[in-house]
């Protein structure tokens, strides 16, 4: 069987399309993503390839973070900062205290069952992970650098917070509260700054998952769902928490003060990685009873 586009349908969504000549002896456009062609070659291999056992997931989001940030307009970056600061008390007090969140297992050892703090210490004692894990040699001189230390440290934190764990379905639910929480809070241009890596990554995630993991691809879309409705209900985008201050508070108080709900089931989606991973030991094996949260929670 042949699946052919006819020309019809062509000229049908090509109509206005006109030539642009250009003197350039090289690939040109007026975009200057698409002239980057590290980018360009980067976004399309990490769009397409599979998931194989040979290359991580994660393997260039470190190169595609560096060209993205290396083509920003940081002096409007700024400006757009100080407008949010002048309007928004909860941004500009976040701002100005500048209070990372870079624990240390040492720090919350010690903090009571329910709290944060003791949270962490399980994430860490169990995973082996630090919350340091991106930005690392980037040094807080003024808001943007702060930004972007504060949001590295701040990832697992939300992971912890929200209930969407780390994981295929949690990771997708989790990015897509964040674009839905800044999309309402911040200005467009500011939210789409904030949403930029993001952006990528929901984008050759659900690419990837469509093309060659179809029970993932559902997974993912429910999981953006739940993810947007969640985000929706924060009473301010999660990454300004002060999660210092709230370090000993209660998991219960913290949620009702950000606003988070609602929450899903413990251990919801903690297997799903399978479904994308191609060099897991079960990769493939489909899911099974994890639909019950997902009616109850949109009725």
């Known amino acids: 069987m042949e699946v052919k586009v006819g020309e019809g349908e062509k000229a049908y969504f090509a109509a206005g399309t006109r030539k642009v000549e250009t ?44 060209i993205l940030m290396g083509m920003e307009d940081y002096g409007r970056i700024m400006a757009l900062f100080e407008q949010e600061k002048a309007r928004l008390p909860k941004f500009r007090e976040w701002c100005d205290n500048r209070r ?23 994430w860490m004692e169990t995973t082996g992970y630090e919350l340091d894990l991106f930005y690392r040699e980037i040094q807080v001189v003024n808001d943007l650098t702060f930004y972007l230390r504060q949001s590295a440290l701040n990832h697992d934190i939300e992971h912890i917070v929200t209930g969407f764990g780390p994981n295929h379905g949690g990771e997708v639910a989790l990015l897509n509260a964040n674009l839905h929480s ?32 179809p029970e993932a691809f559902a997974l ?14 924060w009473n301010y985008p999660i990454m300004l928490a002060d999660w210092r201050a709230m370090v000993d508070w209660q998991m219960a108080d913290i949620r009702e003060e950000i606003g988070v709900t609602p929450v899903p089931p413990e251990g919801l989606w903690a297997d799903t990685n399978r479904l994308v991973d191609e060099g897991h030991e079960r990769f493939g094996q489909p899911l099974e009873g994890h639909e019950g949260w997902f009616m109850e929670a949109a009725e």
Request: hydrophobic share 35%; with cysteine.
């Open 100 to 122: 990372l969140s870079d624990f240390k297992k040492a720090e919350v050892k010690d903090c009571a069952p329910g709290t944060l703090g003791a949270a962490l210490y399980h």
């Open 23 to 66: 003197a350039s002896s090289v690939l040109i456009s007026s975009s200057k993503y698409l002239n980057n062609a590290e980018l360009r070659n980067l976004i399309a291999q990490e769009m397409l390839r599979r998931n194989g056992p040979d290359l991580p997931n994660t393997a260039y989001i470190p190169d595609v973070v560096q």
């Open 220 to 233: 993912n879309l429910e999981a953006e769902h739940h993810g947007a409705v969640q985000g929706r209900n």
């Open 182 to 213: 800044r999309a309402k809070y911040f200005h467009p241009e500011l939210s789409a700054f904030f949403s930029r890596v993001q952006t990528y990554l929901k984008a050759k995630t659900l690419m990837k998952d469509n093309l060659y993991y």
